[in-house]
């Protein structure tokens, strides 16, 4: 028998992903790529044994993502014993519309003749929300719920996409209840074409999406809160309160542009643009975000210290260096910072405490020069000599020390539990080495934000940071340090308790 090796395939290479564009004259598509990841298909060693020459081609209409499924191979292994090629079309049956198994030929039919029947042209499902230029090329995002039957067959097909692009990302389970399933929306990320394939052909094409789904909160301080919480909430479901007029913490879950359209700036605009629909609804009291990856932490970050640099009272927020404190006892954050004002910026634009904190922090740091970071542990008589030939050296490097204290301060609460547990020179130790790995990871963000909007409107729109192989490493760079910081403490994302019926509908990454 020939080695096993010489019947293994690779399943990231043999899986090859095609959008192919309604009224086309054949299945060759604008756009064929391979997943990332093809691990929960295929298993962990993502191979396929049994096969040579191994092809499978999953094609998508690319406007409302209509799937076909073709295997092609030069030999398949036959059966020794137990021992037979795996079954690729009953494992993909798991993942995809049964309909999707159908004869190529008969989906070309399909798709070469997908004409609407009715005069009105074919849009995307949901609501247009916004329309954007990326050169000359045009693109829309619209919103909906999964309560429209058109939004939720197209969410049925896309979820495909989520573990092959997200890791350990796990799709949204449509058997769900009616009120569990009515809390989920989408945002749809499209490209317009400025000329169908055929007459009366569909001009769009999907290039992306975000889930996001109502965690209620029954807040009564919140002025957000729409409800008498004290009154008694209906139990049956037909004279239950529709979900969105119920307050809630809206979740981002699933977030995906599709490898085609990377390194373009539709992450950056599609993120803006939810965050902008949730802080317009007046039901939502904050944004989370499910277990988000390190790609979209710098994402957030940038967008989020956009957003919050363009509010005048958040500019000009500043460490007090005229505040004075011996070295024991609690560091007295209240005087060091606007403290309240703070809190109140936080809550009207619904931004999560922790990532408050952190663009905060970096927002900061960014207003103390570089010649002052790291003055803390300059010999005394450096210090007074930069002092000299520079006077105001003396207060930024003052503001660098309440930085730095600043930052130990919300690194020990996170993790005091596991930081009691050592000897005090090793929290200290330990303290210093997550302050250092944290402030690394904001310089490398800050100079890659600095860069980017020197580089005009592209940059200004959200450039990806898969955008070209530099930047790539620059963020590589970036995700190292945090991911050393993670080693060290446990800081990973946590916007807050999802609700019992919010984990049992979803799992996702971001």
Not at 145 to 155: E, M, T
Request: proline residues 7%.
């Amino acid at each position: 028998m020939a080695d096993n090796q010489d019947w293994s395939s690779n399943a990231n290479e043999a899986v090859k992903l095609t959008l192919v564009r309604p009224g086309s004259s054949d299945l060759t598509g604008d756009h064929s790529f391979n997943p990332k990841f093809t691990y929960p298909i295929f298993g962990d060693e993502e191979a396929i044994f049994g096969y040579q020459g191994l092809t499978i081609e999953i094609r998508f209409a690319s406007h409302d993502l209509s799937p076909n499924v073709d295997v092609f191979f030069d030999r398949k292994f036959k059966p020794v014993g137990e021992t037979e090629a795996f079954d690729i079309i009953g494992e993909l049956q798991k993942w995809i519309p049964s309909d999707a198994f159908d004869k190529a030929g008969s989906y070309a039919d399909d798709v070469r003749n997908c004409v609407p029947s009715s005069v009105a042209p074919w849009t995307p499902p949901g609501n247009l929300i916004k329309s954007y230029q990326i050169g000359d090329q045009q693109y829309e995002i619209w919103k909906g719920s999964f309560s429209d039957p058109k939004v939720l067959a197209l969410v049925e097909r896309m979820q495909f996409f989520v573990p092959l692009f997200i890791e350990a990302g796990t799709c949204i389970s449509l058997a769900d209840p009616k009120w569990t399933i009515d809390r989920w929306r989408v945002f749809l990320v499209y490209h317009k074409h400025t000329q169908p394939a055929s007459p009366g052909a569909p001009l769009y094409a999907f290039a992306g999406f975000c889930t996001t789904y109502r965690n209620f909160v029954m807040d009564p301080a919140s002025p957000n809160s729409t409800i008498d919480v004290a009154a008694e909430l209906p139990l049956a479901p037909e004279s239950a309160p529709s979900p969105d007029s119920l307050p809630c913490r809206e979740r981002i879950s699933q977030f995906l542009v599709l490898p085609p359209y990377q390194g373009s700036g539709h992450g950056s605009t599609l993120y803006r643009t939810v965050y902008a629909s949730l802080l317009a609804d007046p039901t939502v009291i904050e944004v989370t975000v499910e277990d988000p990856s390190e790609a979209f932490d710098d994402l957030r970050d940038y967008c989020d210290l956009q957003h919050l640099r363009s509010l005048p009272d958040y500019v000009a927020v500043k460490i007090d260096t005229n505040v004075t404190f011996g070295k024991k006892g609690k560091l007295p954050t209240a005087k060091l910072l606007p403290t309240i004002k703070l809190q109140k910026i936080r809550v009207s634009q619904k931004i999560a405490p922790r990532q408050f904190d952190r663009v905060t922090e970096m927002h900061l740091l960014d207003s103390i020069p570089e010649t002052s970071r790291g003055s803390s542990y300059s010999s005394s008589a450096i210090n007074a000599l930069r002092q000299k030939h520079n006077p105001q050296s003396g207060d930024a490097d003052k503001q660098y020390k309440y930085w730095q204290l600043l930052v130990k301060q919300r690194i020990y609460k996170r993790n005091k539990d596991v930081l009691m547990q050592l000897d005090r020179q090793e929290r200290i130790e330990k303290l210093n080495e997550a302050r250092a790995a944290q402030e690394d990871a904001y310089v490398k963000l800050l100079l890659h934000l600095k860069e980017g909007s020197s580089r005009g409107k592209a940059r200004e729109e959200g450039e990806d940071e898969q955008a070209t192989e530099e930047k790539a490493k620059q963020m590589a760079a970036v995700r190292a340090e945090r991911s050393r910081k993670r080693s060290i403490f446990d800081d990973d994302e946590d916007d807050g308790m999802a609700s019992e019926d919010s984990r049992a509908s979803k799992r996702p990454k971001v």
